[in-house]
């Protein structure tokens, strides 16, 4: 009767519902072909591009390699204005994207068309104005305003493509792929060690076996959810809360959790966006490796700190290295995957071992939802 009941109340779970319809709403990264201009990756990735192109360019039209080198540090003035201003203004206007309604992220053709766009105007404003002042007149004679328009357009049109394969590269098949092959691998290990936890529970506990049972309904309603969709803070850490209660349930007190913030309020967990499922599966491993190896009580610490426009998550436990396998390696590259995926060079994963403690660190920016 117990079991019946709470399964019965699964579905209505008001913040399971939230967390459902918040992590469905949020648009896929596929669904946004516009750059991430405000990524340090890709503006390092444009800057290098259009530069080289550029001084290949130059130096192939130059008498000499001198001469060709002054060239291009005279025309890298309005290049590297050109390239910083449309950068700029498409980093605005990605993250206008998702406030333009249900079908403004659809619109694929007006994102790329504004990534031609968007370049060009900036470009035609830069060079028209460099071209009204009298002592510049003579260094751009060969820049004329059609040319750069023409050029920055091409250009624009020329990255955006180019990112967005390497965004479809990256997120379909192959990273969804081993997301689902290692949760197939761990729900029958959880189902089965969970559900046998819940049925000690039932004679001497029934009210903490429905609590259970509907954590871990919540659980697995995430599991079953695109792993490229967005949560806040603040749901990623209940979830985990939720995984930690019925895995204690099991371990009893064996397992010991440390929560500690440092700059972090509720504020910044109700606004940061984060990966859904990124932190859990980190949680396993520290329960799996770290926790039940041991013979007494085992602390997993987490901490999370935020250091400007960058969050900071640690994840520590106790190493036995005669039982660290390969399903830890395979969870740690598949989170790498996705941070490359979302954040490209501004999100990492490291880990190292200290003083027989396994240390995770996870950054990422800080974006508000």
């Not at 000690?200 to 429905?210: C, G, Q, Y």
């Not at 859990?280 to 250091?307: C, D, F, K, W």
Request: with cysteine; hydrophobic share 50%.
């Amino acid at each position: 009767m117990i079991i019946k009941q709470a399964l019965e109340r699964m579905p209505l779970s008001q913040a399971s519902q939230a967390h459902a319809s918040q992590t469905h709403a949020a648009p896929r990264p596929t669904d946004i072909v516009i750059p991430d201009c405000c990524n340090l990756g890709v503006v390092f990735r444009t800057l290098l591009g259009v530069n080289a192109a550029a001084f290949g360019w130059v130096m192939l039209q130059a008498v000499s390699w001198r001469v060709g080198l002054f060239e291009f540090v005279e025309a890298s003035i309005v290049l590297e204005l050109s390239c910083l201003w449309s950068l700029f203004f498409m980093c605005l206007m990605r993250r206008a994207v998702p406030r333009l309604g249900p079908h403004g992220h659809h619109l694929l053709w007006a994102q790329r068309l504004a990534c031609a766009v968007v370049p060009a105007v900036v470009t035609g404003i830069i060079v028209y104005l460099f071209t009204t002042v009298d002592w510049l007149i003579s260094n751009f004679v060969r820049m004329t305003l059609i040319k750069s328009i023409v050029l920055a357009a091409l250009f624009g049109a020329i990255f955006q493509h180019y990112f967005e394969l390497r965004t479809r590269a990256f997120s379909p098949a192959l990273v969804e792929a081993r997301l689902q092959a290692l949760q197939a691998r761990i729900r029958p290990h959880f189902l089965f060690n969970s559900l046998n936890a819940v049925l000690s529970l039932i004679r001497t506990e029934p009210r903490r076996a429905e609590t259970t049972l509907e954590d871990l309904a919540d659980l697995f309603r995430v599991l079953m959810t695109d792993p490229r969709n967005m949560t806040t803070l603040d749901d990623e850490i209940r979830l985990c809360k939720q995984y930690l209660s019925i895995e204690q349930i099991r371990l009893g007190d064996r397992l010991q959790v440390s929560w500690q913030m440092d700059n972090i309020d509720e504020q910044v967990m109700r606004k940061a966006q984060i990966p859904v499922l990124l932190l859990q599966p980190l949680l396993e491993n520290a329960v799996h490796y770290g926790v039940e190896p041991a013979a007494g009580p085992t602390q997993v610490q987490i901490r999370l700190s935020r250091m400007l426009d960058r969050i900071e998550i640690q994840i520590l436990n106790p190493y036995h290295a005669q039982v660290s396998g390969a399903g830890n390696h395979m969870a740690l590259d598949n989170i790498r995957e996705r941070l490359a995926l979302l954040y490209d060079v501004e999100g990492q994963i490291t880990t190292t071992v200290v003083d027989g403690f396994f240390d995770v660190r996870l950054q990422f920016p800080y974006l508000r939802g």
